[in-house]
């Protein structure tokens, strides 16, 4: 047996931005591996990494798009410049990230230059929302010391919980210790779930690729990064299908040592 974290969420209207989407900010149909871990450092207080292992699965009634303010960075474009009153219309950004807020004088402008301001202006976006989304998150710390820190943590955070955008708060209707079994591959009993999952492709062996055992768009699913001259890079994205919902479970994959059952809800858990 193996003991976890299972976390027992709902969402009402989130987005999990897929990082490459821009024009229109795409969703993740769950929530990236980042994000996740994420939430359990934000929620514990964390100021530093703590590594540990994910499995994410969840089900959504719809996807709706919707508009939001985003905040896009501009030259000091003319198109901006009001001529009755001689000044822009935007915030000003220096290239040291110290914000100043309302209008500037056009004749400050050829200052900022020289310092390197950046524009910043506000222009409608249109976001993509998932929406009643409940999620079964269970959470392996690779360090055991952790264990008890993130149980009571997701259970009294130091904040409101958010998955996704600051603004996604998500509603907690259960955090528990579990304990996890192997999947019986003897059985006679086939073993699904009721819920679309993230599985790692890498358990999923060549012989059953090839023979299209396996569905599911492959997604790259963002999980660890660092930070290099102040720029977020990746340096761990786990390739994942998005298994649907009551997809039967092969053999080959419940063999996996990252690969356990949740007895209790009756759930394959894929830790990545």
């Given at each position: 047996?193996?003991?976890?974290?299972?976390?027992?969420?709902?969402?009402?209207?989130?987005?999990?931005?897929?990082?490459a989407?821009?024009?229109?900010?795409?969703?993740?149909?769950?929530?990236?591996?980042?994000?996740?871990?994420?939430?359990?450092?934000?929620?514990?207080?964390?100021?530093?990494?703590?590594?540990?292992?994910?499995?994410?699965?969840?089900?959504?009634?719809?996807?709706?798009?919707?508009?939001?303010?985003?905040?896009?960075?501009?030259?000091?474009?003319?198109?901006?410049?009001?001529?009755?009153?001689?000044?822009?219309?935007?915030?000003?950004?220096?290239?040291?990230?110290?914000?100043?807020?309302?209008?500037?004088?056009?004749?400050?402008?050829?200052?900022?230059?020289?310092?390197?301001?950046?524009?910043?202006?506000?222009?409608?976006?249109?976001?993509?929302?998932?929406?009643?989304?409940e999620?079964?998150?269970?959470?392996?710390?690779e360090?055991?010391?952790?264990?008890?820190?993130?149980?009571?943590?997701?259970?009294?955070?130091?904040?409101?919980?958010?998955?996704?955008?600051?603004?996604?708060?998500a509603?907690?209707?259960?955090?528990?210790?579990?304990?996890?079994?192997?999947?019986?591959?003897?059985?006679?009993?086939?073993?699904?779930?009721?819920?679309?999952?993230?599985?790692?492709?890498?358990?999923?062996?060549?012989?059953?690729?090839?023979?299209?055992?396996?569905?599911?768009?492959?997604?790259?699913?963002?999980?660890?990064?660092?930070?290099?001259?102040?720029?977020?890079?990746?340096?761990?994205?786990v390739?994942?299908?998005?298994?649907?919902?009551?997809?039967?479970?092969?053999?080959?994959?419940?063999?996996?040592?990252?690969?356990?059952?949740?007895?209790?809800?009756?759930l394959?858990?894929?830790?990545?």
């Amino acid at each position: 047996m193996l003991k976890a974290i299972r976390v027992h969420m709902f969402q009402q209207m989130p987005n999990y931005r897929k990082p490459a989407s821009f024009l229109i900010r795409e969703t993740f149909p769950l929530p990236p591996y980042s994000s996740v871990i994420g939430m359990v450092h934000s929620a514990c207080g964390f100021d530093s990494y703590h590594s540990m292992k994910v499995s994410i699965q969840g089900s959504s009634a719809s996807e709706v798009n919707n508009l939001e303010t985003m905040h896009i960075k501009d030259n000091n474009s003319t198109d901006n410049f009001n001529k009755k009153t001689g000044k822009y219309r935007y915030t000003y950004v220096t290239g040291n990230i110290d914000y100043e807020k309302g209008t500037i004088e056009q004749s400050q402008i050829v200052q900022y230059n020289e310092n390197e301001a950046v524009g910043v202006m506000k222009v409608p976006n249109s976001v993509q929302l998932l929406t009643d989304v409940e999620l079964y998150i269970h959470i392996l710390p690779e360090n055991p010391e952790d264990f008890d820190k993130i149980l009571n943590g997701l259970r009294s955070p130091n904040e409101y919980i958010s998955l996704g955008r600051r603004e996604d708060i998500a509603r907690i209707d259960e955090v528990e210790a579990v304990e996890l079994d192997k999947i019986d591959v003897y059985s006679d009993e086939s073993v699904s779930s009721k819920f679309s999952a993230y599985l790692p492709v890498d358990y999923i062996s060549k012989d059953d690729e090839i023979s299209g055992e396996n569905i599911g768009t492959v997604y790259k699913v963002t999980k660890e990064f660092e930070i290099v001259k102040d720029k977020r890079i990746w340096k761990n994205i786990v390739s994942a299908r998005f298994l649907p919902p009551e997809k039967e479970i092969l053999d080959s994959v419940a063999e996996h040592e990252n690969v356990y059952y949740d007895t209790t809800e009756k759930l394959p858990v894929f830790f990545a």
